[in-house]
């Protein structure tokens, strides 16, 4: 982030009369429970379903017939020995039970053991898709939302699916077999008592219906507000040079702490709402138990029930409670999953408005021909960045283009990079519309430099080889000592293999910009574009840099925007732009004897010197 966007991050988040921020793809969602989005979930799953998941589902099928059998051997122990002594039965059926537990034991390690790998798997698939749709999507994309809350969806959204995938789904599945699995087996025993105590469980599903919208909204503005405080906390990392500049670290703090606070409240009331279904379940079952003795001793005095008809239902009873229990909680994960599946797919259905054809063919080697045929542009639809620009760049010509901020500089480079396509007209490289060029044979052939260098985390060399990954070590040298950069390099004390950190910590600007050449050289483009690229360097390292690009640029096609006038003037053509058209079209000398704009701008630029000399 450059100090001038930092700036305007500042303006826009710590406004104190705004309190907010504004995320467009960030608001809540007022949609039902989306069961077919769920069903897109669970196709994640797909890859596995003939291994690891019938393993779980092998595993958990044994564990809960375990435990649907264990209480009616229990039932039938306590009859036989209270009611007919019958020792020599108790000790068999002890031993059954024993065997059976360890059979539950088993079944319910490698059950876990089986849905953990599985849940890993998944998430790991959804996050790495994800990650690589993110990486395919256009320029407006990341344009139109700030870099925290895309991180929000690939590392806490993902994240909040992990215990629905690793525990569930299958806790699901055994908590709906066990609560058919009881049901069934009560109505075995006593249709009569059965319906006696289930029939309280049509007032409990109707109270828990009721939560459900509450606790859904709840849990919705909870994800908002976390995306929210992450992108503020992401933005002021990176603008705490702007922040302690200003001096405005107590309003930063102030405005961090008013959102903490909001995103606690939105806890405390999706918490305290989702908290109110354990209770109504309780209160029910404390219902049912009352309604099982009352009603069960009086058909036990009725000789309507045998003892162990009525014991089974004691033991049975807790373990049909439970599976609702969680089954509840269960429904509160499904809604916090809901919450952030809806954020994921809502990226995952993104589209690029840069489209690559079905059909789109590689460009080859090319000569550098370009070409704007009656192009127009809008980035919004709304205002104009470029009108009609008609523009013919010969193969090793050089052009510079020069204007006021917002004239369409950056317009014409993004639209030639292909990271916007025009509104009207077509680009050519060699008589070949980019539109009909596969991205990744276009962008190997033009690369730029940037005015905002980035440098990824790593070492000097590694950096460097970014522009061509299976470049050797001395490729990557020779293209640093093009560009003037060995000298510092050199002067490190890891050389080539010095970590220069995040973002680039340890180097001067003007050090990272002739990495980023090098880097560009390395990827050795047919055309070359450079965005401001000597901005930020010093007149020493600038001299370097205009005798390495007087060698690298030949037989090159090259693009260049900037305002010194030591970069442009040996320039074969300079355009001059004034609110997306070419105003002025010629080279240094021809345009200082038209006496226009570009002379206007050479005399400005030579009196701010001049001043700066005094």
Request: glycine share 6%; hydrophobic share 45%; charged share 20%.
């Amino acid at each position: 982030m450059s100090s001038s966007q930092a700036h305007e991050v500042y303006h826009e988040g710590f406004n104190p009369k705004k309190e907010r921020f504004h995320y467009s793809s960030d608001s809540a969602m007022e949609k039902p429970f989306n069961w077919s989005q769920l069903l897109r979930l669970f196709h994640y799953m797909k890859p596995y379903s003939l291994t690891l998941l019938p393993l779980a589902i092998f595993a958990m099928l044994v564990a809960t017939g375990v435990r649907l059998v264990v209480p009616l051997i229990i039932a039938h122990v306590l009859h036989n020995v209270a009611l007919e002594g019958n020792v020599s039965l108790l000790w068999k059926l002890v031993t059954a039970i024993a065997l059976l537990y360890i059979f539950q034991w088993f079944g319910n390690k490698y059950r876990i053991a089986w849905m953990n790998q599985l849940g890993q798997k998944v998430i790991f698939d959804l996050r790495q898709h994800l990650f690589s749709h993110i990486q395919r999507l256009s320029h407006r994309f990341f344009g139109q939302r700030s870099a925290g809350s895309i991180l929000v969806r690939i590392t806490n959204d993902i994240n909040s699916l992990q215990e629905l995938f690793t525990n569930g789904i299958i806790n699901l599945m055994t908590d709906i077999l066990m609560l058919i699995g009881i049901v069934g087996i009560l109505f075995y025993l006593s249709p009569t008592l059965t319906v006696a105590v289930m029939v309280i469980v049509p007032v409990m599903f109707f109270f828990s219906v009721k939560l459900r919208r509450a606790i859904r909204r709840a849990f919705q503005q909870v994800r908002l507000k976390q995306s929210r405080l992450n992108s503020h906390l992401n933005e002021s990392i990176q603008g705490i040079r702007v922040t302690q500049s200003y001096t405005q670290e107590q309003e930063n703090m102030g405005f961090f702490q008013r959102m903490n606070r909001d995103n606690f409240e939105g806890w405390r009331v999706a918490v305290s709402r989702a908290a109110m279904f354990r209770p109504v379940v309780e209160v029910t079952g404390a219902i049912g138990t009352a309604i099982l003795i009352l009603f069960g001793v009086f058909l036990y005095n009725q000789q309507a029930i045998e003892l162990y008809v009525f014991v089974a239902f004691v033991l049975y009873l807790p373990q049909f409670w439970e599976p609702i229990q969680r089954i509840g909680q269960m429904y509160n994960q499904l809604l916090m999953a809901m919450a952030s599946s809806e954020r994921i797919f809502e990226f995952l259905d993104e589209r690029s408005n840069v489209v690559e054809k079905e059909d789109a063919i590689e460009l080859g080697e090319i000569k550098g021909h370009i070409r704007f045929d009656n192009v127009q542009f809008s980035y919004d639809e709304k205002r104009i960045a470029l009108h009609r620009i008609n523009l013919e760049v010969q193969p090793g010509e050089t052009i510079a283009l020069v204007g006021h901020t917002g004239s369409g500089k950056s317009s014409i480079v993004n639209l030639l990079c292909r990271f916007y396509d025009p509104t009207q007209g077509r680009i050519l490289i060699d008589g070949q519309d980019l539109r009909d060029l596969t991205l990744d044979s276009l962008r190997k052939q033009v690369s730029i430099v940037l005015q905002d260098t980035f440098i990824f985390s790593g070492t000097i060399m590694d950096n460097i080889r970014f522009g061509r990954p299976d470049a050797t070590d001395e490729e990557v040298i020779a293209a640093a000592k093009a560009v003037g950069a060995d000298k510092f390099i050199e002067r490190l004390t890891d050389k080539y293999e010095t970590e220069v950190e995040e973002r680039g910590n340890i180097l001067s600007m003007g050090e990272k910009q002739l990495l980023s050449f090098a880097r560009t050289l390395l990827a050795d483009p047919r055309i070359l574009i450079l965005d401001e690229a000597t901005a930020s360097i010093d007149t020493e390292t600038e001299i370097v840099i205009q005798q390495a690009l007087k060698r690298l640029l030949k037989g090159r096609t090259a693009i260049m925007i900037a305002h010194r006038l030591s970069t442009i003037r040996d320039a074969d053509q300079i355009l001059v732009l004034d609110h997306g058209n070419i105003i002025e079209k010629g080279n240094h000398q021809e345009l200082m004897e038209l006496g226009g704009e570009y002379f206007q701008l050479v005399k400005a630029q030579f009196n701010i010197l001049e001043e700066e000399s005094r």
